[in-house]
């Protein structure tokens, strides 16, 4: 009964590779995200949808590409991976876009780019 | 620009009380989260705050006080499992979530 379901969990992969992150929540919630927090810890977020509707997207290289099939999945997907994108991604979920309820997250995935 | 300012680490005594404190300067205000996260986990919710005043909610406690941009997590009789990040984010007059870098705890025997 995970409420926010990430896979994988680490993902190891050499630069100029693509790779696909996965997520999935079952809160019924609206809206999704994608949040990278680098080694200093700092949450950065990347992407935010509403309904499938893509809502924000901040300054990210357009080597990563969201897709949201459904309300209930967000996917990240990122083209030619540099060194630069190791990072803990997490996928998080709120009722609402307003963001005045909290954020429910997914474990993350650890990604590293060798 | 926005800001979020939190102090990078602190390190506090098992069974002491820690305030952790919180500065902003956003454009505008609609809330502020204080999340946990625990080291290689996922940031979970701990409290909000939108009046001024002190919400209690069990060992942890959130101030906030809107005209001086402050807001603090107070743990009271600390454990050694309240080690962790604990992240500031306020929510701007856009309803966008600004996060602080975060406060590393480190708690003693």
């Known amino acids: 009964d995970t409420a926010v379901s990430q896979t994988p969990k680490y993902l190891v992969t050499q630069m100029g590779n693509d790779k696909s992150i996965k997520c999935e929540q079952n809160?019924?919630?609206?809206?999704m995200y994608w949040y990278k927090q680098d080694s200093k810890k700092f949450l950065k977020i990347m992407f935010s949808?509403?309904?499938?509707?893509?809502?924000i997207n901040e300054t990210v290289p357009n080597r990563f590409s969201p897709k949201s099939p459904d309300k209930a999945h967000l996917n990240l997907h990122i083209n030619s991976l540099e060194l630069g994108d190791s990072a803990v991604y997490f996928c998080?979920?709120?009722?609402?876009?307003?963001?005045?309820?909290?954020?429910?997250f997914g474990n993350g995935t650890r990604l590293t780019v060798t | 620009g926005q800001n979020i300012d939190q102090p990078t680490e602190m390190t506090a005594t098992e069974g002491a009380i820690v305030q952790i404190n919180c500065t902003y300067q956003?454009?505008?205000?609609?809330?502020l989260f204080w999340y946990q996260q625990h080291a290689g986990e996922a940031p979970t919710f701990l409290s909000y705050?939108?009046l001024d005043g002190l919400e209690e909610k069990g060992r942890f406690s959130s101030f906030l006080s809107r005209s001086k941009g402050y807001s603090y997590l107070l743990l009271k009789e600390l454990q050694m499992k309240d080690s962790a990040s604990y992240l500031c984010?306020?929510?701007?007059?856009?309803?966008?979530?600004?996060w602080g870098a975060g406060t590393k705890l480190i708690i003693k025997p």
């Open positions: 998080a979920s709120s009722p609402t876009l307003e963001m005045v309820s909290p954020l429910h």
């Open positions: 809160l019924g919630h609206d809206t």
């Open positions: 949808y509403n309904n499938k509707e893509l809502i």
């Open positions: 956003t454009s505008g205000f609609n809330g």
């Open positions: 705050n939108v």
């Open positions: 984010a306020v929510i701007d007059s856009n309803y966008q979530l600004i």
